[in-house]
Each structure stands twice: as structure tokens, then as C-alpha cells.
T-cell receptor, first 113, second 115 residues
Framework: QKEVEQDPGPLSVPEGAIVSLNCTYS??????FMWYRQYSRKGPELLMY????GNKEDGRFTAQVDKSSKYISLFIRDSQPSDSATYLC?????????????FGTGTRLTIIP | DSGVTQTPKHLITATGQRVTLRCSPR?????VYWYQQSLDQGLQFLIQ???????AKGNILERFSAQQFPDLHSELNLSSLELGDSALYFC??????????????FGQGTRLTVV
């Protein structure tokens, strides 16, 4: 079983829709949670960074972490064609041995104009 | 621009050769990570350094090695290259290995093609 599971999609939604992306994980040592956006063959771009459980909002993006369920989400409101990309969740712990970033496989998202 | 610089951007080399990929982290970042991304594959963790010391190791082949220098830049050395080593190689950096400044920023990658 992978430490981080992410639905690879592909996911296609119409412009303006709300997008929900999710990851589950099994390692209870994970405390820091990140969402990255990666355009084709480019470097991953950090979108959101959260620590422990709770919500964080930045513009059209909201990240949610539920440590009790080992479940994280990224919501994109008013989706735009420029949001079409692969979205990667990543997480890490704070103790030695869990400090590397562990990634999900990524969800490929297409926003249809 | 993430502030992480990787050179070269593209590299084409023959099987059996050796190459060196270079990464300059963001100013102030002490931790460096290397990842491999093959076509349509996820990001595979290779190795992490913190302030010059190896911090964590992933499934890095014995033909691959890395180091972080006193000026904090890092190099990934790939030797006896095989066709299957063709991939994007990413470097990322963060202030520290953990803690509230643990978010990592990625460079634009080096695209390695082995022919």
C-alpha cells in the first residue's frame, strides 16, 4: 500500500465549476501538507501549505486537512482554463526519517471553456 | 520564479556516460531534495541534504550519488547511464528539514535524455 493515495483522474470540469481534489494517507507521522500544481513537464509550483488539521484559504484555493481521517482536500472555486494542470499532494513529518516530501501520483485536471 | 535554479535545463548523452546536474537553492534555504520524474510517472524521492549532511535517502541507485557543498548548492551525479535513466530530475529546497518553514520550492528541472 502506498503511503499517499491520489486519484489520477483525468478530471474534466466546465469553466466556473468548483473542483475538489483529494488525497488519503496512511502515515500518522505526517504533519505538513502541501498542494502543488504542475504544468506539463515543468517544475511543480507550490499552491498551498498547511500544518496539522484545519482549513486554509488563498484566493480561489482552499486546502483542508483532516488528520483524524488521514484525508486532505484542495478546492478550486471559479475554475479557469489556466487551472488545467496536474495537481500533486505532498506531505512530510517532523521527525527524522519522515522529513522527505512524499507525493501522491497527481490528478490531471482539465477545465473546459 | 521559485528561486531554485537548476542547470542544465536539457542534457542529451549516450549510454554508459556520466553527467552532473546542479542545483542552487533559494537564498537562506539549507535543505535540498532531489526527485526523479519519468514519463507519466510520479515524483520519486532520491535524496535529501540539510546543511551539507545527508538527511534521508530514497530509492536512489548505486550509480547515482549526490552532495551538498558549503555554499549550499547541490550536485547529483549519474554514472553508467542507461536508457531507463531518461527522465526529468527536479531539485527542491526548503528553509529546514521540518518545522513550520518546511514548505519546499522546486526548480524547473533538468531533462535528461540517454540515447
Amino acid at each position: 500500500q502506498k503511503e499517499v493515495e491520489q486519484d489520477p483522474g483525468p478530471l474534466s470540469v466546465p469553466e466556473g465549476a468548483i473542483v475538489s481534489l483529494n488525497c488519503t494517507y496512511s502515515n500518522s507521522a505526517f504533519q505538513y501538507f502541501m498542494w502543488y500544481r504542475q504544468y506539463s513537464r515543468k517544475g511543480p509550483e507550490l499552491l498551498m501549505y498547511t500544518y496539522s488539521s484545519g482549513n486554509k484559504e488563498d484566493g480561489r484555493f482552499t486546502a483542508q486537512v483532516d488528520k483524524s481521517s488521514k484525508y486532505i482536500s484542495l478546492f478550486i472555486r471559479d475554475s479557469q482554463p489556466s487551472d488545467s494542470a496536474t495537481y500533486l499532494c505532498a506531505m512530510k513529518g517532523s521527525n527524522f526519517g519522515n522529513e522527505k516530501l512524499t507525493f501522491g501520483t497527481g490528478t490531471r485536471l482539465t477545465i473546459i471553456p | 520564479d521559485s528561486g531554485v535554479t537548476q542547470t542544465p535545463k536539457h542534457l542529451i548523452t549516450a549510454t554508459g556516460q556520466r553527467v552532473t546536474l546542479r542545483c542552487s537553492p533559494r537564498s537562506g534555504d539549507l535543505s535540498v531534495y532531489w526527485y526523479q520524474q519519468s514519463l507519466d510517472q510520479g515524483l520519486q524521492f532520491l535524496i535529501q541534504y540539510y546543511n551539507g549532511e545527508e538527511r534521508a535517502k530514497g530509492n536512489i541507485l548505486e550509480r547515482f550519488s549526490a552532495q551538498q557543498f558549503p555554499d549550499l548548492h547541490s550536485e547529483l551525479n549519474l554514472s553508467s547511464l542507461e536508457l531507463g535513466d531518461s527522465a526529468l530530475y527536479f531539485c527542491a529546497s526548503s528553509v529546514g528539514p521540518s518545522g513550520l518553514r518546511a514548505e519546499a520550492f522546486f526548480g524547473q528541472g533538468t531533462r535528461l535524455t540517454v540515447v
